[in-house]
């Protein structure tokens, strides 16, 4: 029997708001995370660095500026937090964009009618600068978002061809996913990137879009997710991820 | 090819904030909601009434008073919000309740692994007393649900056989679902019922509870959807659903 890819439908691993409590010590193998598409951002085991999949294809971006394909045997790379969709474009277009916030406003126009639902988009061209962060990891288990990310290392790349990953959430599902853009980035030679903090492109780049109405959530077993509090910090999160 | 049902999955459509705005006009039809389980309750158009779902037997609850099967033909009944799941029970026990609020306990014990997962559960038995609600409907298109439950039409039954349908979903997903304890009652002659807001039981009765790990969540591909705005109400949805 021939598997029948989910086109466009998002699969999610965990909630942000139990990144934001700090739960990273467990998770899904990527090799089943991979499963469920080839279009996605997340984090590793203990928030070490950015996941991207463009293309079917895992990278880890690490604090030091290395990068390196994902690990996917048994042993290998889990994920406590990941997004992840069959990308099937349904609109490609060309943008310029001046800076990080003019993203949001350009998936709004092309897709009018999914204002609630999740947006997978990708941008792929020459980028005059971009800026990304990348989380160091936990200092200890537990250790919640906002001090993880309280010591990142940002880079500016620039001018550099590649390729940026991304979502855009509707404002209801936050603590679920990053209300609005978030969105990772990694180089044609995919030799440095991470969470987009800042972005200009050099002319136009290629925008691709599509809507995805339809979620499939599973939640981890394990006690650390079980006791997890997950309060919505909202301002916590688009501080962090936004 | 074996049509295999995703057992103690939870399939919901659309979000309990939608119907917080009112968004009810339209949605999945209801033969189209059953391919997704057999356990499960929601609303109907204009918030008419409740749906109960047992044994993957649909049921709607008027405020008249009077039970009908859902209609599932082409031109049958839709719902704008449901939950549901093909119910296989892994804790069956029985125990006596003396009052609404202590569902959600007996359920905690029984699944104290699943803190921050969905349970489904179902009580079988005999009640001493019973009340449920009723909502009478929008009385205009976008309605909000707290107007429409504001005029709630309720009765008391019992002693009465039969069976509550219910969700207890973690306080994280407040506003995509109930979060707490959310059930719906049918007698066991399936002539009255509805969304329970009291309850106790004549001795003990049948408990069963399954953990759903796994949502799957579809959003409505509709105008009004789109539109809504969708603020988190948690304290309006205690009052209206919990």
Redesign the interface.
Known sequence: ?AFDKPRNELYQWS?V??LVDGVASNGLPMSDLLLHGDHGLGTFRGMQGELIVLDGQGYQMRHDGTTRPIDLSPSGDITPFSMITFFSPTISTMASITEKNGVEPILAALTP?????HIAFRLDGAFKSITCRTAEGQCFEGEGLKDVVGRQVSITLGPARGTVIGFRS????Q??AVAGVHMHFINEERTAGGHVLALETDGEVNVQVSEL???????P?D?Q????E???DAEGIRKAEG
């Open positions: 029997m909630v708001s139990a009618n999914a204002r609630n639902a509707p404002e209801f599902l603590g679920i109405w339809r979620t499939i959530m599973d939640f077993r006690k997710f079980n006791e997890a997950m309060k919505l």
